[in-house]
Protein backbone atom coordinates (compact mmCIF):
# COMPACT_ATOMS: atom_id res chain seq x y z
CA UNK A 1 0.00 0.00 0.00
CA UNK A 2 2.59 2.12 0.68
CA UNK A 3 4.40 1.77 -2.98
CA UNK A 4 1.00 2.07 -4.64
CA UNK A 5 -0.02 5.20 -2.18
CA UNK A 6 3.35 6.87 -3.41
CA UNK A 7 3.19 6.49 -7.01
CA UNK A 8 -0.66 8.13 -6.83
CA UNK A 9 0.93 11.57 -5.15
CA UNK A 10 3.38 11.23 -7.60
CA UNK A 11 0.87 10.95 -10.60
CA UNK A 12 -1.33 13.61 -9.25
CA UNK A 13 1.59 16.20 -9.02
CA UNK A 14 2.72 15.18 -12.59
CA UNK A 15 -0.33 16.18 -13.67
CA UNK A 16 -0.67 19.52 -12.34
CA UNK A 17 2.60 20.68 -14.08
CA UNK A 18 2.47 22.20 -17.44
CA UNK A 19 4.21 20.68 -20.82
CA UNK A 20 5.73 23.37 -21.44
CA UNK A 21 7.76 24.08 -18.70
CA UNK A 22 10.83 22.44 -18.74
CA UNK A 23 13.18 24.33 -17.16
CA UNK A 24 11.86 24.28 -13.34
CA UNK A 25 8.97 22.05 -11.67
CA UNK A 26 7.85 21.57 -8.57
CA UNK A 27 7.23 18.09 -7.28
CA UNK A 28 6.13 16.37 -3.77
CA UNK A 29 6.63 13.01 -2.61
CA UNK A 30 6.73 10.79 0.06
CA UNK A 31 10.34 10.20 1.42
CA UNK A 32 12.90 9.32 4.18
CA UNK A 33 13.76 12.80 6.20
CA UNK A 34 16.83 12.77 8.38
CA UNK A 35 16.77 12.74 12.25
CA UNK A 36 19.95 14.19 13.65
CA UNK A 37 21.78 14.70 16.59
CA UNK A 38 24.85 17.19 17.33
CA UNK A 39 27.87 14.98 18.17
CA UNK A 40 28.08 15.72 21.36
CA UNK A 41 24.15 14.35 22.03
CA UNK A 42 25.01 11.52 19.80
CA UNK A 43 28.44 11.00 22.51
CA UNK A 44 26.20 10.99 25.20
CA UNK A 45 23.37 8.55 24.73
CA UNK A 46 26.76 5.80 24.93
CA UNK A 47 26.11 4.35 28.66
CA UNK A 48 26.52 1.01 30.70
CA UNK A 49 23.35 0.28 32.25
CA UNK A 50 21.59 -2.64 34.12
CA UNK A 51 20.46 -5.69 32.39
CA UNK A 52 17.73 -6.05 29.86
CA UNK A 53 15.87 -9.10 28.14
CA UNK A 54 16.91 -10.05 24.53
CA UNK A 55 14.64 -8.56 22.62
CA UNK A 56 16.09 -8.68 19.01
CA UNK A 57 19.50 -10.60 19.37
CA UNK A 58 22.30 -10.11 16.44
CA UNK A 59 25.81 -11.33 16.23
CA UNK A 60 27.81 -13.01 19.62
CA UNK A 61 31.12 -12.98 20.02
CA UNK A 62 32.46 -15.19 23.00
CA UNK A 63 35.58 -13.86 25.26
CA UNK A 64 36.88 -16.22 27.68
CA UNK A 65 33.72 -16.66 29.98
CA UNK A 66 31.38 -14.49 29.16
CA UNK A 67 29.60 -13.82 26.18
CA UNK A 68 28.76 -10.55 24.47
CA UNK A 69 24.79 -10.46 22.17
CA UNK A 70 24.60 -7.36 19.99
CA UNK A 71 20.66 -6.21 20.24
CA UNK A 72 20.18 -4.99 16.89
CA UNK A 73 20.73 -1.21 16.83
CA UNK A 74 20.68 -1.23 20.25
CA UNK A 75 23.69 -2.13 22.06
CA UNK A 76 25.40 -5.27 23.76
CA UNK A 77 24.25 -7.83 26.32
CA UNK A 78 26.85 -9.19 28.61
CA UNK A 79 26.37 -12.44 30.13
CA UNK A 80 28.49 -14.98 32.50
CA UNK A 81 29.14 -18.06 30.58
CA UNK A 82 30.94 -19.18 33.19
CA UNK A 83 28.50 -22.29 33.77
CA UNK A 84 26.98 -22.86 30.08
CA UNK A 85 24.27 -25.14 31.76
CA UNK A 86 22.85 -21.52 34.14
CA UNK A 87 24.36 -18.15 31.91
CA UNK A 88 23.97 -14.66 34.09
CA UNK A 89 22.79 -11.76 32.24
CA UNK A 90 24.99 -8.85 34.29
CA UNK A 91 25.05 -5.76 31.73
CA UNK A 92 23.80 -3.42 28.75
CA UNK A 93 25.65 -1.41 27.14
CA UNK A 94 23.41 1.35 25.41
CA UNK A 95 24.73 1.94 22.01
CA UNK A 96 23.13 3.78 19.13
CA UNK A 97 23.25 1.92 15.63
CA UNK A 98 25.28 -1.31 16.99
CA UNK A 99 25.64 -4.09 15.06
CA UNK A 100 29.12 -5.65 15.39
CA UNK A 101 31.92 -6.24 18.09
CA UNK A 102 34.70 -7.56 18.73
CA UNK A 103 37.34 -8.74 21.50
CA UNK A 104 41.03 -8.91 21.87
CA UNK A 105 43.38 -8.44 25.29
CA UNK A 106 40.99 -7.25 27.39
CA UNK A 107 39.24 -4.29 24.56
CA UNK A 108 35.62 -4.54 23.12
CA UNK A 109 35.19 -3.17 20.07
CA UNK A 110 31.97 -2.23 18.86
CA UNK A 111 30.46 0.33 15.85
CA UNK A 112 28.47 3.07 16.62
CA UNK A 113 26.96 4.61 13.34
CA UNK A 114 30.21 6.26 11.97
CA UNK A 115 32.39 5.69 15.32
CA UNK A 116 34.26 2.84 16.71
CA UNK A 117 34.43 2.37 20.67
CA UNK A 118 36.80 0.55 22.78
CA UNK A 119 35.38 -0.86 26.63
CA UNK A 120 37.48 -2.04 29.10
CA UNK A 121 36.65 -5.28 29.44
CA UNK A 122 39.26 -5.83 32.03
CA UNK A 123 36.10 -6.85 33.81
CA UNK A 124 33.73 -8.04 31.60
CA UNK A 125 31.08 -7.98 34.07
CA UNK A 126 31.78 -3.78 34.31
CA UNK A 127 32.91 -2.66 30.80
CA UNK A 128 33.68 1.32 31.03
CA UNK A 129 34.37 3.49 27.96
CA UNK A 130 38.09 3.50 26.80
CA UNK A 131 37.92 5.89 24.12
CA UNK A 132 36.07 6.86 20.39
CA UNK A 133 37.61 6.29 16.86
CA UNK A 134 35.57 9.13 15.68
CA UNK A 135 34.42 8.93 11.72
CA UNK A 136 35.92 5.06 11.37
CA UNK A 137 32.95 4.25 9.36
CA UNK A 138 32.31 7.34 7.48
CA UNK A 139 29.27 7.34 5.26
CA UNK A 140 27.48 4.83 7.52
CA UNK A 141 23.64 5.59 8.05
CA UNK A 142 20.82 4.01 10.19
CA UNK A 143 18.97 2.38 7.68
CA UNK A 144 15.55 3.42 5.99
CA UNK A 145 12.47 2.89 4.91
CA UNK A 146 12.94 1.05 2.09
CA UNK A 147 9.61 1.74 0.22
CA UNK A 148 10.76 5.06 0.11
CA UNK A 149 13.27 7.61 -1.18
CA UNK A 150 15.73 9.25 0.60
CA UNK A 151 15.27 13.09 0.81
CA UNK A 152 18.68 15.35 0.58
CA UNK A 153 20.69 15.17 3.97
CA UNK A 154 23.79 17.59 5.76
CA UNK A 155 25.78 15.62 8.09
CA UNK A 156 28.23 18.56 8.42
CA UNK A 157 28.64 18.93 12.58
CA UNK A 158 25.74 15.99 12.93
CA UNK A 159 24.93 12.67 12.52
CA UNK A 160 22.27 11.09 11.22
CA UNK A 161 20.67 8.94 13.65
CA UNK A 162 17.27 7.89 12.22
CA UNK A 163 14.44 8.54 9.76
CA UNK A 164 10.92 9.73 9.84
CA UNK A 165 8.51 9.32 6.66
CA UNK A 166 7.23 12.89 5.28
CA UNK A 167 5.81 14.15 2.17
CA UNK A 168 8.13 17.11 1.07
CA UNK A 169 8.58 19.13 -2.07
CA UNK A 170 10.62 20.70 -4.33
CA UNK A 171 11.76 22.39 -7.05
CA UNK A 172 13.80 20.47 -9.63
CA UNK A 173 15.62 21.81 -12.88
CA UNK A 174 13.90 18.82 -15.42
CA UNK A 175 10.65 17.14 -16.33
CA UNK A 176 11.99 13.45 -16.33
CA UNK A 177 11.23 12.25 -13.10
CA UNK A 178 12.67 8.72 -11.59
CA UNK A 179 12.18 8.18 -8.14
CA UNK A 180 15.02 7.03 -6.09
CA UNK A 181 14.68 4.18 -3.52
CA UNK A 182 18.42 3.35 -2.47
CA UNK A 183 19.36 1.28 -0.36
CA UNK A 184 21.69 2.51 2.50
CA UNK A 185 23.93 -0.29 4.65
CA UNK A 186 23.89 -0.20 8.39
CA UNK A 187 27.95 -0.75 9.77
CA UNK A 188 28.98 -4.25 10.37
CA UNK A 189 31.88 -6.50 10.94
CA UNK A 190 33.85 -10.07 11.59
CA UNK A 191 35.19 -13.49 11.92
CA UNK A 192 38.31 -14.45 13.58
CA UNK A 193 40.26 -17.57 14.17
CA UNK A 194 40.51 -18.93 17.54
CA UNK A 195 42.74 -21.18 19.76
CA UNK A 196 41.60 -24.25 21.95
CA UNK A 197 41.65 -23.55 25.04
CA UNK A 198 39.43 -21.34 27.52
CA UNK A 199 41.19 -18.66 29.26
CA UNK A 200 40.24 -16.19 31.67
CA UNK A 201 39.58 -12.57 30.22
CA UNK A 202 42.24 -10.46 30.71
CA UNK A 203 44.77 -12.47 29.04
CA UNK A 204 46.28 -12.22 25.91
CA UNK A 205 43.50 -13.47 23.93
CA UNK A 206 41.43 -12.75 20.95
CA UNK A 207 37.49 -12.99 20.99
CA UNK A 208 35.60 -15.63 18.91
CA UNK A 209 33.06 -14.24 16.52
CA UNK A 210 30.44 -15.82 14.25
CA UNK A 211 30.03 -16.35 10.89
CA UNK A 212 28.09 -13.60 10.06
CA UNK A 213 30.51 -10.94 11.56
CA UNK A 214 32.12 -7.93 9.83
CA UNK A 215 34.96 -6.98 12.10
CA UNK A 216 37.84 -9.89 12.36
CA UNK A 217 41.28 -9.58 14.35
CA UNK A 218 44.72 -10.75 13.21
CA UNK A 219 47.66 -10.62 14.94
CA UNK A 220 47.75 -6.92 16.38
CA UNK A 221 45.28 -5.97 13.31
CA UNK A 222 41.49 -5.23 13.51
CA UNK A 223 39.81 -5.70 9.92
CA UNK A 224 36.24 -3.94 9.49
CA UNK A 225 34.26 -4.66 6.12
CA UNK A 226 31.84 -2.06 5.40
CA UNK A 227 29.63 -0.38 2.68
CA UNK A 228 29.83 3.52 2.62
CA UNK A 229 27.57 5.72 0.31
CA UNK A 230 28.59 8.90 -1.38
CA UNK A 231 25.73 11.22 -1.85
CA UNK A 232 25.54 14.51 -3.74
CA UNK A 233 23.38 16.79 -1.39
CA UNK A 234 21.03 18.18 -4.04
CA UNK A 235 17.14 17.74 -4.15
CA UNK A 236 16.20 14.49 -4.95
CA UNK A 237 15.12 14.27 -8.05
CA UNK A 238 17.47 16.27 -10.10
CA UNK A 239 20.78 15.02 -7.75
CA UNK A 240 23.14 12.30 -8.70
CA UNK A 241 23.81 9.25 -6.53
CA UNK A 242 27.38 8.23 -6.96
CA UNK A 243 26.43 5.17 -5.62
CA UNK A 244 27.94 2.10 -2.75
CA UNK A 245 32.19 1.87 -2.50
CA UNK A 246 32.92 -1.43 -0.26
CA UNK A 247 36.01 -0.65 2.01
CA UNK A 248 38.27 -3.20 4.20
CA UNK A 249 39.75 -0.71 6.84
CA UNK A 250 42.49 -1.95 9.23
CA UNK A 251 43.07 -0.48 12.86
CA UNK A 252 46.33 -1.05 15.07
CA UNK A 253 44.83 -2.31 18.23
CA UNK A 254 48.02 -2.16 19.94
CA UNK A 255 47.99 1.71 19.35
CA UNK A 256 46.80 3.72 22.24
CA UNK A 257 43.44 4.82 20.80
CA UNK A 258 43.38 1.99 17.88
CA UNK A 259 44.65 4.09 15.47
CA UNK A 260 42.91 3.71 12.06
CA UNK A 261 46.40 2.16 9.69
CA UNK A 262 45.09 1.92 5.80
CA UNK A 263 42.11 1.20 3.50
CA UNK A 264 41.18 -1.21 0.80
CA UNK A 265 38.48 -1.33 -1.86
CA UNK A 266 36.84 -4.41 -1.89
CA UNK A 267 33.39 -5.33 -3.64
CA UNK A 268 30.20 -3.49 -2.95
CA UNK A 269 29.01 -7.27 -2.77
CA UNK A 270 30.72 -7.81 0.60
CA UNK A 271 28.91 -8.92 3.76
CA UNK A 272 31.04 -11.18 6.26
CA UNK A 273 34.65 -11.78 7.00
CA UNK A 274 36.85 -14.52 8.82
CA UNK A 275 40.28 -14.86 9.18
CA UNK A 276 42.36 -17.46 9.23
CA UNK A 277 46.15 -18.03 9.65
CA UNK A 278 47.64 -15.25 6.74
CA UNK A 279 44.35 -14.88 4.75
CA UNK A 280 41.37 -13.35 4.83
CA UNK A 281 38.08 -14.65 3.22
CA UNK A 282 35.43 -12.44 2.75
CA UNK A 283 32.03 -13.57 1.86
CA UNK A 284 30.18 -11.95 -0.88
CA UNK A 285 26.77 -11.63 -1.98
CA UNK A 286 28.21 -13.30 -5.31
CA UNK A 287 31.07 -15.26 -4.31
CA UNK A 288 34.56 -15.51 -2.09
CA UNK A 289 37.06 -12.92 -2.14
CA UNK A 290 40.05 -14.34 -0.53
CA UNK A 291 43.33 -12.01 0.51
CA UNK A 292 46.82 -12.21 1.74
CA UNK A 293 47.75 -10.35 5.23
CA UNK A 294 51.23 -11.58 4.74
CA UNK A 295 51.74 -7.61 4.85
CA UNK A 296 49.16 -7.15 7.37
CA UNK A 297 48.36 -3.44 6.89
CA UNK A 298 48.24 -3.71 3.05
CA UNK A 299 46.32 -7.03 2.49
CA UNK A 300 46.45 -8.39 -1.49
CA UNK A 301 43.91 -10.29 -3.41
CA UNK A 302 45.00 -13.44 -3.91
CA UNK A 303 41.56 -14.95 -5.92
CA UNK A 304 38.01 -15.23 -6.08
CA UNK A 305 35.16 -17.46 -6.60
CA UNK A 306 32.04 -17.01 -7.48
CA UNK A 307 28.27 -18.15 -7.36
CA UNK A 308 24.98 -16.95 -8.05
CA UNK A 309 23.22 -13.55 -6.11
CA UNK A 310 23.12 -14.69 -2.17
CA UNK A 311 23.71 -14.07 1.05
CA UNK A 312 26.90 -15.64 2.15
CA UNK A 313 29.03 -16.40 5.00
CA UNK A 314 31.94 -18.40 4.84
CA UNK A 315 34.65 -20.25 7.64
CA UNK A 316 37.66 -22.10 6.68
CA UNK A 317 39.27 -25.05 8.61
CA UNK A 318 42.50 -26.71 6.69
CA UNK A 319 42.76 -26.76 3.21
CA UNK A 320 38.84 -26.18 2.94
CA UNK A 321 36.69 -23.26 2.81
CA UNK A 322 32.48 -23.69 3.64
CA UNK A 323 30.41 -21.40 2.81
CA UNK A 324 26.48 -21.15 2.33
CA UNK A 325 24.56 -19.28 -0.15
CA UNK A 326 21.18 -17.89 1.22
CA UNK A 327 18.05 -16.44 -1.31
CA UNK A 328 15.40 -14.53 -0.27
CA UNK A 329 13.50 -11.55 -1.49
CA UNK A 330 16.60 -9.53 -0.02
CA UNK A 331 19.18 -12.04 -1.15
CA UNK A 332 18.54 -13.09 -3.84
CA UNK A 333 16.00 -16.51 -5.44
CA UNK A 334 17.96 -18.68 -7.26
CA UNK A 335 18.57 -21.29 -4.59
CA UNK A 336 20.14 -22.38 -1.28
CA UNK A 337 22.99 -24.38 -0.55
CA UNK A 338 26.27 -25.69 0.98
CA UNK A 339 29.67 -25.04 -0.83
CA UNK A 340 32.48 -26.53 -0.06
CA UNK A 341 35.79 -25.36 -1.50
CA UNK A 342 39.59 -26.50 -1.67
CA UNK A 343 42.21 -23.61 -0.88
CA UNK A 344 44.73 -26.09 -1.16
CA UNK A 345 46.00 -23.93 -3.50
CA UNK A 346 45.18 -20.19 -2.35
CA UNK A 347 45.42 -18.09 -5.89
CA UNK A 348 43.25 -21.02 -7.50
CA UNK A 349 40.74 -22.22 -5.63
CA UNK A 350 38.02 -24.66 -6.58
CA UNK A 351 34.55 -25.77 -5.82
CA UNK A 352 34.31 -29.40 -5.17
CA UNK A 353 30.94 -29.99 -3.76
CA UNK A 354 27.49 -28.66 -3.49
CA UNK A 355 24.99 -29.28 -1.80
CA UNK A 356 21.03 -28.32 -1.16
CA UNK A 357 19.89 -26.69 1.92
CA UNK A 358 16.38 -25.38 2.99
CA UNK A 359 17.11 -21.89 4.62
CA UNK A 360 20.68 -21.78 5.70
CA UNK A 361 22.17 -18.46 7.80
CA UNK A 362 25.55 -18.88 9.88
CA UNK A 363 27.70 -21.63 10.42
CA UNK A 364 31.44 -22.91 12.39
CA UNK A 365 33.90 -25.85 12.24
CA UNK A 366 35.67 -27.42 15.11
CA UNK A 367 36.69 -30.92 15.95
CA UNK A 368 35.87 -32.32 11.99
CA UNK A 369 32.18 -31.65 12.95
CA UNK A 370 30.46 -28.48 10.92
CA UNK A 371 27.76 -26.99 12.05
CA UNK A 372 25.09 -24.95 10.11
CA UNK A 373 22.09 -22.44 11.06
CA UNK A 374 19.51 -23.81 8.43
CA UNK A 375 15.70 -23.74 9.48
CA UNK A 376 17.01 -25.22 13.01
CA UNK A 377 20.46 -26.64 13.60
CA UNK A 378 22.34 -29.14 11.27
CA UNK A 379 25.45 -30.97 12.20
CA UNK A 380 27.81 -33.10 10.09
CA UNK A 381 30.38 -34.78 9.93
CA UNK A 382 33.41 -32.51 8.28
CA UNK A 383 35.95 -35.87 8.27
CA UNK A 384 35.92 -36.03 4.77
CA UNK A 385 35.49 -32.41 3.33
CA UNK A 386 33.74 -33.40 0.16
CA UNK A 387 31.52 -35.54 1.56
CA UNK A 388 30.62 -33.25 4.72
CA UNK A 389 27.06 -32.57 2.96
CA UNK A 390 25.56 -36.43 3.28
CA UNK A 391 26.96 -37.08 6.42
CA UNK A 392 24.26 -35.30 8.64
CA UNK A 393 24.47 -36.13 12.24
CA UNK A 394 22.46 -34.24 14.43
CA UNK A 395 19.11 -32.28 13.17
CA UNK A 396 16.92 -30.16 15.24
CA UNK A 397 14.25 -27.50 14.26
CA UNK A 398 12.51 -26.31 17.10
CA UNK A 399 13.54 -22.81 16.64
CA UNK A 400 15.31 -20.07 13.87
CA UNK A 401 19.01 -20.16 14.18
CA UNK A 402 21.53 -16.88 12.87
CA UNK A 403 24.80 -17.46 13.63
CA UNK A 404 26.64 -19.60 16.13
CA UNK A 405 30.15 -20.45 17.20
CA UNK A 406 31.29 -24.05 18.00
CA UNK A 407 34.34 -23.60 20.58
CA UNK A 408 35.93 -26.49 22.36
CA UNK A 409 32.81 -28.86 22.38
CA UNK A 410 30.40 -26.01 23.95
CA UNK A 411 28.18 -24.90 20.69
CA UNK A 412 26.55 -21.04 20.89
CA UNK A 413 23.36 -20.22 18.66
CA UNK A 414 21.61 -17.24 18.46
CA UNK A 415 18.72 -16.53 16.44
CA UNK A 416 15.22 -14.90 16.71
CA UNK A 417 13.67 -16.93 19.82
CA UNK A 418 17.72 -16.49 21.89
CA UNK A 419 20.74 -17.97 22.99
CA UNK A 420 20.80 -21.64 22.97
CA UNK A 421 23.59 -23.42 24.14
CA UNK A 422 24.88 -27.31 24.01
CA UNK A 423 27.59 -29.76 24.50
CA UNK A 424 28.74 -31.39 21.66
CA UNK A 425 31.40 -33.69 23.59
CA UNK A 426 31.78 -37.33 23.18
CA UNK A 427 29.66 -38.05 19.90
CA UNK A 428 26.38 -36.16 21.21
CA UNK A 429 24.37 -32.96 21.39
CA UNK A 430 23.10 -32.32 24.13
CA UNK A 431 21.16 -29.12 25.04
CA UNK A 432 22.58 -27.17 28.00
CA UNK A 433 19.90 -23.74 28.05
CA UNK A 434 18.62 -21.43 26.65
CA UNK A 435 18.20 -17.24 26.98
CA UNK A 436 14.76 -17.11 25.20
CA UNK A 437 14.16 -13.62 23.62
CA UNK A 438 10.75 -11.70 25.77
CA UNK A 439 8.56 -11.44 23.58
Not at 49 to 59: F, H
Not at 144 to 152: A, E, L, R, T
Not at 217 to 232: F, P, S
Not at 423 to 429: E, G, I, M
Request: charged fraction near 15%; glycine fraction near 8%.
Amino acid sequence: MKTVAKFFLFFIVLQGMSCSDSVKDTVSYMANVPVYMSHDEFKATTKVVATRPLMTPGKICLYGNYLFINEIGEGIHVIDNTDPSSPRNVAFIEIMGNIDLAAKDGILYADNLVDMLLFDISNPASPKLKSRVEGAFEGVLPNPDNDYPVSKFDTDGKVVVGWTQEVITEEVKNTTYYPRGDYLYLASGTSSSWSKNMVQPGANITGVNGSMSRFAIAGKYLYAIYIQNLWNPQPLYSSYYYGPTGWLKIFDTESEKCEFVNSVNVSTAVETIFAYNDHLFLGMSNGMQILSIENPTSPVTMSYTWHFWGCDPVVVSGDYAYLTVRSTNVCGRNGNMLQVIDISDISQPKTVSQYTMQEPYGLGIDNNKLFVCDNGLKVFDATVPVEVGSKLLFQTSDFHGFDLIPYNNLLLVIGSNGLYQYSYANNQLNRLSVIPVSK
